[in-house]
């Protein structure tokens, strides 16, 4: 008999430590992940959110913003060129690379190409001697920031564009960039080909195929090939795609997903682009440039048109709230600097944004939810500052509701929320409630989050507030949330 019972209670300790082990293994689950998915270094360049673009080349000196091709070399003389300024002035403004006009239309290149005389080496810049990709690639380092660099595909100087052999000329020069200069981050790959220009004296007009002539899925690879870490920007992709403006807008719902194969450099439907696709085939988010003057390239007569700070927030919180990251063109001017009014508008645009996020109310304060997929996955992990855990419900469970408790009332008008989206991107629409009077009310009601969301609300006061994730493809992630109250930020 007592052996009997002893068996039967071995049996229950054993079938208990079962049932814990499966219980544990569960628990630590995470959800699959949901394609497409971002590589290693599209998640690299996610967290870059914010860096300059420099529009700096012929163009500053002929005072136009496409050259025909058959610009002097002489006519390049900037008196006080100082690039360490503009990394300076990168820093400063809390940007996280440059990326420059090593090459624009007109083919003029910013460093001494061995496969054409039409450089700065035929400049009296520094008498010829000088290499501004060098110089660039240097201040970069010097102040921690990375670099970007944008080749022209079309380029109206040359004599062989439109036929093949610039397609190897252009992959010489592609070649001369991303081997001699160190790490490149991204390479920007422009929509404008074809038309009209110098090429070698011919002046004519040269179309192209822009979906057959450039022989793009080489070129790609090869730019891989050369920097393993690079991303390639054109109007869709591969690793990053245009917003389909030059604004600085994304669409309030931006997928990061895209069918990509639907578009090429040049070949696109802009309307698409600032949205992306729901049932996309591809990671390719979106990338905001936009000039801080009306050209992107440097007018003297557009001194006081430089945006203004609510101009320049509209922008911020459109790209880099909405799911993009924002390329904020500098047109350098002709001493080779960034203008004194530009300066002006990255510091106080900085200090603005600096002052609206400094104190995250959020920070510290609980999280519970309707619903989790064990104690990996708690609520509370939106809350932690740590990027790496994140809330996940269970994958049935697809409608999840998150609510943080502040202990006492709050003032607030922002809202920063985050997916984890290494599983993917999956939330399709989601409503922002808080507790006023005892009841909750809605404040928001949004579609998409993706890599981050910025909502600006009306001042709400309120002790408690609730995400109620009403859609999504799959079982919602979420890996961040942050709340301030922005007081100085002009109305
Ligand atoms: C466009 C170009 O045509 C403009 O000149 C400018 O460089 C802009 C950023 O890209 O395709």
């Known amino acids: ?19 814990q082990f499966v219980a544990c293994k569960n628990e630590a689950l995470p959800p699959e992940p949901i394609d497409p998915l971002p590589s290693p270094q599209q998640m690299d360049w996610h967290e870059m959110e914010y860096y300059a673009f420099v529009h700096f080349n012929m163009n500053t000196f002929t005072d136009i913003e496409w050259g025909l091709g058959g610009e002097s070399p002489k006519l390049f003389n900037p008196t006080e060129l100082d690039v360490r300024q503009w990394a300076r002035v990168a820093k400063e ?26 450089s700065v080496k035929n400049s009296p810049w520094k008498n010829g001697e000088g290499d501004l990709i060098q110089e660039l690639a240097d201040a970069c380092k010097e102040y921690g920031l990375k670099m970007g660099l944008y080749l022209s595909p079309w380029d109206r100087n040359h004599k062989d564009y439109g036929r093949p052999e610039y397609i190897t000329y252009y992959r010489n020069q592609l070649k001369e960039l991303l081997t001699n200069y160190g790490d490149v981050f991204e390479l920007w790959v422009d929509g404008a080909n074809g038309g009209d220009g110098y ?4 002046n004519e007009t040269r179309n192209v195929d822009r979906t057959t002539y450039y022989d793009w899925e080489t070129t790609f690879a090869l730019a891989r090939e050369y920097q ?84 320049l927030l509209d922008i911020y919180y459109k790209s880099v709230g909405r799911n993009a990251n924002l390329l904020l063109n500098l047109p350098v001017d002709r001493r080779g600097l960034v203008h004194e009014n530009d300066v002006k508008a990255l510091i106080e645009l900085r200090k603005t944004l600096d002052e609206t996020f400094s104190t995250n109310l959020a920070k510290g304060k609980k999280a519970t939810s309707s619903d989790d997929r064990g104690s990996k996955f708690k609520a509370q992990n939106v809350l932690d500052g740590d990027k790496s855990s994140y809330w996940a419900t269970k994958d049935e469970v697809i409608i999840g509701e998150l609510e ?67 859609d999504a493809k799959a079982s919602p992630t979420i890996s961040n949330i942050e709340v301030y109250n922005a007081m100085t930020e002009p109305n």
């Not at 019972?5 to 079962?18: I, N, P, S, T």
């Not at 090429?199 to 011919?202: K, L, R």
């Open 1 to 19: 008999m007592i052996n009997k019972h002893l068996r039967l209670m071995k049996f229950v300790f054993f079938a208990a430590l079962c049932l």
């Open 228 to 311: 393993p870490r690079i991303v390639a920007f054109s109007d869709g992709g591969p690793e990053v795609r245009w917003v389909g403006n030059e604004n600085g807008f994304a669409n309030a719902t931006n997928w990061a997903p895209l069918r990509r194969a639907e578009f090429a450099p040049g070949v696109a439907d802009s309307k698409q682009l600032g949205t992306g696709h729901e049932d996309g085939t591809h990671w390719v988010p979106a990338e905001c440039d936009v000039s801080i003057r009306p050209g992107w390239y440097y007018h003297k007569d557009q001194d006081d048109k430089v945006k203004s700070l609510e101009h």
């Open 93 to 118: 403004a809390g940007m996280k690379a440059i990326i420059l006009t090593a090459k624009h239309h007109d083919g003029f290149c910013l460093w001494p190409s061995e496969f054409t005389e039409h």
């Open 404 to 470: 943080i408790d502040f202990g006492k009332p709050i003032e607030f008008n922002r809202l920063v929320l985050q997916e984890y989206i290494q599983l993917g991107q999956r939330i399709k629409s989601f409503e922002v409630e808080a507790l006023i009077d005892g009841e909750f009310h809605t404040i928001a009601t949004e579609t998409t989050i993706g890599y981050k969301r910025i909502l600006r609300l009306p001042d709400t006061k309120t002790q408690k507030l609730r995400i109620k994730i009403n």
């Open 199 to 202: 090429y070698g004296g011919a």
